[in-house]
């Protein structure tokens, strides 16, 4: 666990905000450096709430208390330092907006002894208000009873949206809103029928309901559908299968791109030779263009217009390139900030202002939380080329 906090200085303008074409919100909190473990001060009292169990961090009458809840160790804990340290760098760019004295955020290690929830427990026995993270559907699922127990809401940073609802919002980049806006896109470019190779698992099956939907609500076709186990002969099999049953206008590889590229030879054997489609996931790899076989696929994603600006703020400022997820922690920090100015100190969370229809906007464009605590994205289709990827259909700027 860590925290900082920050000062605003007399001038409240823009001051920091260096991120040109972010809608910046309103934010400042404390984030993170180490800090000792003192032995547990007597408990105290907040507003509205049942005496204190002993906590770690002192009490704080001037801010209200944010946890976030990523794994510091362990497989993932290179992801989830880059997250806090995106929203650590959400804290500086926004240190002199108006909503910044009164908020403070901590992380939590979810990979500690206990996991996530006693990460969770700890967190709100240090007075957290909100929970951003944690990263991982397992994690989200052990979090969500202890928060709604404390009436604390959670921004997870999973994009599993089985785990969203009753106070729990997903956050990360949903497959199935990806595979709907590049299969409307590919309808509008004269697409008519489509095939799919989807892996096994949950992803998959989140993209085998997100590509029927989005054909029947576009009046395409699905001409043909196969899984395989992630395993390159499986994957190449399942191709296989796919060509044999006829034409395909399009192919959709619901995987990353180093995964389809065992299929693409076997695709492009067909005559005419169909158009490749993607999914979010292959918005992760910069180097896409250097694969011939992939040049020409459709892929939608949330936009890249203000992820170089991010970057390059992020290397200068840690030494080291950020995760593409990154990012996530540092949009979350700036809708927490966006609440923040009326969110009374040592009371509950604003939970329904999370709900705008406006929605936020961010690193990653702008995004609102439906009726199902699902972040809707405003996403943009990009076309792989020999020098990397051109955005064919850009991102809505808002929503209707």
Sequence with gaps: ????????????????????????????????????????????????????????????????????????????????????????????????????????ITAYDTNRAGGAAAAANEAIADGSGLFLGPLLAEDARAVAPIARSEGVPVIAFSNDTSVAGVGVYVMGFNPGQTIDRVVGYARSRGVQRIGALVPSGIYGERATEAVTRALEASGGTLSGMHSYDRTPASLRAAATRLNAQGRHDAVLIADGPQSALQAVPIVRQASPQPRLLGTELWAADSNLGANVGLRGAWFAAPSDANFGAFRTRYRARYNAAPFRLSSLGYDAVLLAVRIAGNWPIGRRFPVRQLRDSTGFAGVDGAFRFGRDGVAERALEVREVGATGTTVVSPAPRGFN
Excluded: K, W, Y
């Design 1 to 104: 666990m860590a925290s900082l906090s920050l000062h605003p200085q007399a001038n409240r303008g823009l001051g920091l905000l260096r991120l040109a074409g972010f809608a910046l919100l309103t934010i400042a909190v404390a984030g993170c450096v180490p800090r000792s473990r003192p032995a547990p001060p007597p408990p105290t009292e907040r507003p509205d709430q049942e005496p204190d169990r002993p906590t770690r961090l002192p009490a704080d009458e001037t801010r209200n208390r944010v946890a976030v809840l990523v794994p510091l160790s362990g497989a993932n804990a290179s992801l989830g330092q880059s997250i806090m340290n995106a929203a650590n760098l959400a804290l500086l760019d926004s240190a002199q907006l108006p909503g910044g004295s009164r908020m403070r």
